[in-house]
């Protein structure tokens, strides 16, 4: 079993919609949550850090967790088609090496 | 543009050979990681290292190795390359390679293996 599971898409959205994207994740010692944002030929870039449960917001970014579930979203309010590019969540131990899990990633596509 | 440079931007090559990939960590950064990003696996974490010593290791193939320099440099190593290596290959850098630093990736070397 892998220890973080994201759904690949493609999503395809129109401009201004909500997006939600989703990950699980297998290992409760996990206690930090990430998602980075990757464009085309880049590479990632951290988009929001949380490592509680609840929610986090950042302009139109909202980061959820539920560690009961051990479930994390993102939610982009108002898409952009500046928001078009491929979303990685990514977990991380609290104690050990600092590496991080990832997800394979979500295509989006927000289209004018 | 997030101050880590990599080089080169690509890399075509043939089974069997041995290339080196090059980063250049942040101004001031002393942690450097290496991962590899393949359509299949995603984005994997290779290893890390703190100011010359490796830090951390991940699934890191024993054809594969890697070092920091006294300038803070890394070079990864890879040899006996095999089809399967084909991948996008990133660096990130950070602070001091602590648990809630923030890494930042620099453009990525994207290999090919014929």
């Known amino acids: 079993q892998k220890e973080v599971e994201q759904d690949p898409g493609p999503l395809s959205v129109p401009e201004g919609a909500i997006v939600s994207l989703n990950c699980t994740y297998s290992?409760?010692?996990?206690?930090?949550f990430m998602w980075y944002r990757q464009y085309s030929r880049k590479g990632p870039e951290l988009l929001m850090y949380?490592?509680?449960?609840g929610n986090k917001e950042d302009g139109r970014f909202t980061a959820q967790v539920d560690k009961s579930s051990k479930y994390i979203s993102l939610f982009i309010r108002d898409s952009q088609p500046s928001d078009s590019a491929t979303y990685l969540c990514?977990?991380?131990?609290?104690?050990?090496?600092?590496?991080?899990?990832f997800g394979t990633g979500t295509r989006l596509t927000v289209i004018p | 543009d997030s101050g880590v440079t990599q080089t080169p931007k690509h890399l075509i090559t043939a089974t069997g050979q041995r290339v080196t990939l090059r980063c250049s960590p942040r101004?001031?950064?002393?942690?450097v990681y290496w991962y590899q990003q393949s359509l299949d696996q995603g984005l994997q974490f290779l290893i890390q290292?703190?100011?010359?010593?490796?830090?951390a290791k991940g699934n890191i193939l024993e054809r594969f190795s890697a070092q920091q320099f006294p300038d803070l440099h890394s070079e990864l190593n890879l040899s006996s390359l095999e089809l399967g290596d084909s991948a996008l290959y990133f660096c990130?850098?950070?602070?001091?390679?602590?648990?809630?630093?923030?890494?930042?990736f620099g453009p990525g070397t994207r290999l090919t293996v014929l």
């Open positions: 990130a850098s950070s602070v001091s390679g602590g648990e809630s630093d923030t890494q930042y």
């Open positions: 290992n409760s010692a996990f206690q930090y």
């Open positions: 949380t490592y509680s449960s």
């Open positions: 990514a977990i991380g131990r609290a104690t050990g090496a600092n590496n991080l899990f």
């Open positions: 101004s001031g950064d002393l942690s």
């Open positions: 290292y703190y100011n010359g010593e490796e830090r």
